[in-house]
């Protein structure tokens, strides 16, 4: 209990830094929230686009699909702003060999590293994911108390997701040092959770649901909204908890290993 | 005579330092051997939902749209470009004055840079890439006109670099430069038709887009590349489009210039 | 007094690759990569006792960071042991490193873009430190640096030396038993450097033992009473800085610019080492044997120059030195 609290105080020191690290550079933070307000427009807008010219996704209307890809920016964003900082604080401490830094303190490496990564910088495009989100509920039938309960756990799951993978990529840094395309490659997997799962075949659906669970992400949270998927959905659940108790061990095992083998 | 030899002996070198420096950094490129493929099946099966069973959208077939992906994504490795964060670097540490003190033009020194660093997208990043698609995707992805289509791609490579040239020339006017690129990146990343073809937008935008640089750095190559191009319902004999892309091209080559002189009038005057 | 830190037959190892450059290598370099292992740290033993301070000294890549770095905790040895206070650095790394503070030259643990101020109220909450312990410490270190105004600039506007003054604070905050200093004068001036080493002597005074890295022998003149030199990952010389002046004999540099070749040099104690022209030379001069005053005097005497420094031996020097009467003695 001591130890929770603790780790709180350093947590709300870590966001204090944060915030006083922005104010330093204010105009170059509202730059960096409008253009990821904006760029997080590029998804939703290819979206509109496809549907304004006549085609569409089979079963889905366009604002059901703006609101798994609203979700899926919602998750994102709140990734970015508390977890995701920990691939970069990593790949810079391991190439610098300056790990050594976090690990003469006397707290949790992996909880430090991302506590310190703590950005607010995210906060634009949160606001535009919810914007999206909020028209798309407008435009579609209201979801009861309980189905919204639903999703905000599933929502909350697919943040473990992406913790795992944000611990996925922070490990695989110290193994290739400095590659900054590292994040491409998860980047590039994450896409399947942007879409209705029922455009991709089966096998495609098995992996992303329970190998690499990305699905939970975008698609489970708002198709549980949607009232289209039934219970079999928590099952699901398991996976994404694996996955990133995956992701800890792995990351946990490779700061044991660097301390074994750096130079 | 002499000179175009001593300039090209130049060029040959400053591109195989660059191909050899950037080598140590090959499994950087060799990410793309699977960030591409998997970006290519996830719009695969996009379109192939979106298509199901339409024989036409915005007058493009679904192998169109397919193979136009699989281009794209091709000729992105041969015409990638970073001379604007390489520019906005070497002026922000003061390092330019380098090159305001050696018999070359940095301009000069940036394209044969480029040239050695895509030689080595080439290599790592286009040919396995290629393979993929065609034996293991089985798309057919075969230029229709070979000769038409590296003339396009070639006129890309300049499009891609000259602009990216004038943007890192910003940062000797603006000290914080990152966000006017940033919102660049962002806007051809959109309107080069990288995400989607071009077709799909609004008609009244097509029509704008011809006077704007970003078609011709990806939708303009990939179009030639798969065989037949339209914009804003207009369709084009390939000889007619790349002759254009051409044109803009040197259009985009003398506001450069004209870019350049007036940066090395602020660069010698001020000392920035 | 009891020793603090106790190292026995501590040996790191560790595998590298091998990179070629020309263009088939890189290719080649794809599939296979040759492994190259290198022994960084070869099975050294040392104890610093509680209160002392320390200095491990040898030239650049002589396995120095890496002792330092397993000395922290940070890195785990091949092999030996280390015995730190009652704890041993690899296992229970949280404990331990509560108990330590650490400097390291190059890398910083201030916040660039705010005050040192905001880092150090970080390190309070990591390391727990209550808020009339802080303020009081605080208020001692800032004093004896001198560094009142400075806490409250944004880092990215101090100088070095103001910076590494920071950086010293940062890493004593928790008040540390032990403290591992890591080349902590790098490219510091003179005013620096001198206020750094009185701060390590207070805090010294004060019951902080230190071990610190260096390859800049005046560090370890000014501040070490015990000195350990290694090169090449060997311990070459282990023993107290009385120790290392006999060892080494009190030898000074001078470099002379002289306005007229000079052939011969008869002074006693005294002979060049090196001619980097005709007119410039770098003679050596052993203090045991003649006072530096009567050097130039009679340097003077015999020749005439335009300009004189006096310098330290090298770091290079030294171990040749070292390795000399490790010969000697065993003849």
Redesign the interface.
């Known amino acids: 209990m001591k130890r929770i609290k ?1 780790y709180l ?2 947590y ?3 966001i ?2 944060a915030f ?2 922005a104010t ?2 204010r ?2 933070f509202f ?2 929230c409008i ?1 990821m307000l ?2 997080d427009i ?1 998804f939703p ?2 979206t509109v ?2 549907y ?7 079963g889905w209307s366009v604002y059901e699909v703006l609101l798994i890809q609203s979700i899926f920016t919602m998750s994102t964003a709140l990734a970015d702003m508390t977890f995701n900082g920990i691939l970069w604080a990593t790949m810079f401490a391991v190439r ?6 976090a ?6 490496t992996m909880f ?1 590293l991302m506590a ?1 990564t703590f950005s607010i910088d995210a906060v634009g495009l949160f606001i535009g994911g919810f914007t999206i989100f909020t028209v798309s509920c407008i435009n579609l039938p209201a979801p009861g108390i309980f189905m919204w309960l639903k999703a905000g756990a599933l929502f909350i799951t697919g943040l473990c997701v992406m913790m795992g993978i944000a611990l996925f990529m922070a490990a695989t840094s110290f193994k ?1 040092v400095g ?4 994040p ?2 998860f ?3 994450k ?2 959770g942007k ?1 209705p799962n029922n ?3 089966k096998t ?1 659906c098995i992996i992303t649901s329970y190998l690499f669970p990305v699905a939970m992400i975008g698609y489970y949270p708002a198709a549980v909204l949607l009232g289209k998927e039934g219970s079999a959905s928590f099952i699901v659940l398991i996976p994404c908890l694996l996955f990133l108790a995956a992701g800890i061990l792995m990351y946990r095992y490779m700061v044991r290993l660097y ?5 | 005579m002499k000179y175009i030899i001593h300039q090209l002996r130049i060029m040959k070198e400053v591109a195989l330092v660059t191909y050899k420096e950037w080598s140590a ?1 090959r ?2 490129s060799m ?1 793309s051997i ?2 591409g493929p ?2 290519f099946i ?1 719009q695969y ?2 379109w ?5 069973g ?1 024989e036409q ?2 007058g493009m077939d679904l192998t169109q749209v397919i193979a136009y992906f699989g281009a794209s994504t091709l000729i992105g490795y041969l015409t990638m470009d970073f001379a604007d964060w390489n520019l906005q670097m070497l002026i922000h540490t003061g390092r330019f004055l380098t090159f305001a003190l050696r018999p070359i033009h940095h301009r000069f020194f940036a394209f044969s840079q480029k040239l050695g660093h895509r030689f080595l997208g080439l290599i790592f990043e286009f040919i396995p890439c290629y393979f993929i698609f065609t034996l293991l995707f089985g798309i057919d992805i075969t230029p229709k006109h070979v000769g038409w289509t590296l003339l396009s791609i070639l006129l890309a490579f300049l499009m891609t670099f000259y602009i990216h040239y004038i943007l890192g020339m910003t940062a000797f006017w603006f000290v ?1 430069s ?2 006017i690129r ?2 660049f990146d ?1 806007l051809s ?2 309107f080069s038709g990288v ?2 073809p071009l077709v ?2 609004p008609e009244g935008l097509q029509k704008a887009l011809f006077f704007l640089p970003f078609p011709y750095m990806t939708y303009v190559p990939v179009m030639v590349y798969t065989g037949n191009f339209v914009l804003a319902g207009i369709t084009m004999p390939i000889p007619v489009i790349v002759g254009l892309q051409a044109i803009a091209v040197a259009v985009v080559m003398l506001i450069s210039e004209i870019i350049y002189r007036a940066s090395m009038r602020r660069f010698n005057g001020v000392g920035a | 007094m009891d020793n603090i830190i106790t190292v026995d037959k501590l040996t790191k190892e ?3 690759y091998k990179r070629g450059s020309s263009f088939s290598e890189s290719l080649g370099a794809i599939f296979r990569r040759k492994k190259v292992s ?1 022994l ?1 740290v070869n099975n050294i033993s040392f104890t610093v006792k509680e209160g002392d301070i320390a200095g491990i000294l040898g030239p650049n890549g002589a396995g120095k960071s ?1 002792t330092i ?1 397993m000395l ?5 040895p091949t092999s030996g042991s280390i015995r730190v206070m009652d704890y041993n650095p690899t296992r229970d ?3 331990y ?2 108990q ?1 503070g ?1 400097v ?1 030259g190059q ?3 201030l ?1 660039w ?2 005050p040192p101020v ?2 150090f ?8 430190i209550s808020n009339k312990d802080y303020e009081e410490r605080l208020k001692v270190m800032t004093r004896i640096f001198e560094v009142e105004d400075y806490i409250t600039r ?1 880092t990215r506007v101090l100088s070095l030396g103001e910076r590494m003054k920071c950086e010293f604070i940062m890493a004593m905050l928790h008040q540390p038993k032990v403290v591992f200093l890591d080349e902590p004068t790098i490219g510091l001036d003179v005013i620096a450097k001198h206020n750094i080493r009185e701060f390590i002597h207070e805090m010294n005074s004060r019951g902080t033992t230190f071990i610190l890295t260096t390859h800049d022998l005046e560090d370890v003149e000014q501040l070490a009473r015990n000195v350990i030199i290694i090169n090449h990952g060997d311990k070459v010389f282990d023993g107290s800085l009385k120790e290392l002046r006999n060892t080494l004999g009190e030898v000074k540099l001078v470099q002379l610019t002289l306005s007229k070749p000079l052939n011969e040099l008869s002074i006693p104690g005294a002979c060049i080492v090196e001619r980097e022209s005709e007119l410039s030379i770098t003679i050596s001069v052993d203090l045991g044997v003649i006072g530096i005053n009567e050097f130039i005097s009679k340097l003077s005497d015999i020749c005439s120059f335009t300009d004189i420094s006096i310098k330290e031996m090298p770091m290079e020097t030294i171990i040749t030195h070292i390795y000399k009467s490790k010969e000697d003695d065993k003849q």
């Open positions: 603790r105080l350093i709300r020191e870590c204090r830094v006083a690290s330093t550079y105009l170059n730059l960096n253009i904006l760029g590029v807008l290819i686009l496809i304004n010219s006549g085609a569409g996704f089979e610098e060999g300056n790990l050594e830094m690990l003469i303190l006397p707290v949790d430090i310190r290739w590659n900054s395309r590292i491409e490659i980047e590039s997997i896409g399947f879409y455009i991709f075949p495609v301390q074994g083998v750096g130079g | 950094y499994t950087h990410v699977f960030v998997v970006y996830v099966f996009i192939t939902a979106v298509y199901g339409r959208l915005n914080q990152s966000g940033r919102v962002l990343g959109i995400f989607i799909f937008f | 560790y595998m590298t290198v960084a890496t770095k922290t905790g940070t890195l785990y790394r949280k404990a490193v509560s330590i650490a390291f890398k910083s643990q916040i873009d705010i905001d880092s109220k970080m390190n309070k909450a990591i390391y727990g944004p």
